[in-house]
């Protein structure tokens, strides 16, 4: 099956530092979306993107389906950014199976 | 804006019994999932539902676990005997298209179990 890769697996940042998460996947995928897992462990949608470039707020994302990878940006990242962001995709032709990566813990210091 | 909702939130059980997990999907979503996250680990995909029957299954999804849409809105997840291995985190997603033309899938906000 698919495989999915995210890294880093951990990371601390400064509150109003930017970073770059990044999701790898083995396959060619019919669509991916990113979720943030907030600490009480609520999944947020952020974006679902199954190629090309979107923003949010501070956030956004980008797809190169080809190259079989993905990027979450978050730039002057805030306390409340803390938490896991999962990237998640569909593998070609399957009905509806989300497979998740493992997850990049993110915390933000004030 | 429309959302999925997940009844109770946190439910604790004895091993042995039974759980039914409860769900409201987006009232004009067609595909109907859980998944379950077990403490400090990924996602998981349990199940998919469509048209009143299962679409597909994972090998986590055996004979203890059973899926049910009993009216027009509820979808629910019944675990049979509870083993302390189904502690977890327990989503319930929904999306409006699958296959492949599989659209965003919405999930809960999660009934988190906790087995004793």
């Known amino acids: 099956g698919i495989q999915v890769e995210q890294s880093p697996p951990d990371l601390i940042l400064q509150e109003g530092a930017n970073s770059t998460l990044r999701c790898n996947f083995s396959?060619?995928?019919?669509?991916l979306q990113w979720f943030h897992q907030n600490p009480w462990g609520q999944l947020i949608n952020l974006f679902y993107?199954?190629?090309g470039t979107k923003q949010n707020g501070r956030l956004s994302a980008t797809t190169v389906a080809t190259e079989r990878y993905s990027l979450l940006y978050i730039s002057s990242s805030q306390t409340t950014d803390s938490g896991v962001y999962f990237c998640?995709?569909?593998?070609?032709?399957?009905?509806?199976?989300?497979?998740f990566g493992q997850g990049t813990t993110l915390q933000v210091k004030p | 804006e429309p959302e999925v909702t997940q009844t109770p939130s946190h439910q604790v059980t004895q091993m042995g019994q039974e759980v039914i997990l409860r769900c409201v999907p987006i009232?004009?979503?067609?595909?109907f999932y859980w998944y379950r996250q077990i403490l400090g680990q990924k996602v998981e995909f349990l199940v998919s539902?469509?048209?009143?029957?299962?679409?597909?299954k994972s090998e986590i999804f055996d004979d203890q676990f059973s899926v049910e849409r009993p009216d027009g809105s509820n979808f629910t997840l019944k675990i049979r005997s509870t083993k302390l291995e189904d502690s977890a985190m327990y989503f319930c997603?929904?999306?409006?298209?699958?296959?492949?033309?599989?659209?965003?899938?919405?999930f809960g906000e999660g009934s988190r179990l906790t087995v004793l």
């Open positions: 997603a929904s999306s409006r298209t699958s296959g492949i033309f599989t659209g965003e899938l919405f």
């Open positions: 396959d060619s995928v019919n669509n």
């Open positions: 993107i199954p190629s």
């Open positions: 998640a995709v569909f593998g070609s032709g399957n009905t509806g199976k989300l497979i």
């Open positions: 009232s004009n979503h067609l595909y």
């Open positions: 539902f469509y048209n009143n029957e299962i679409s597909e």
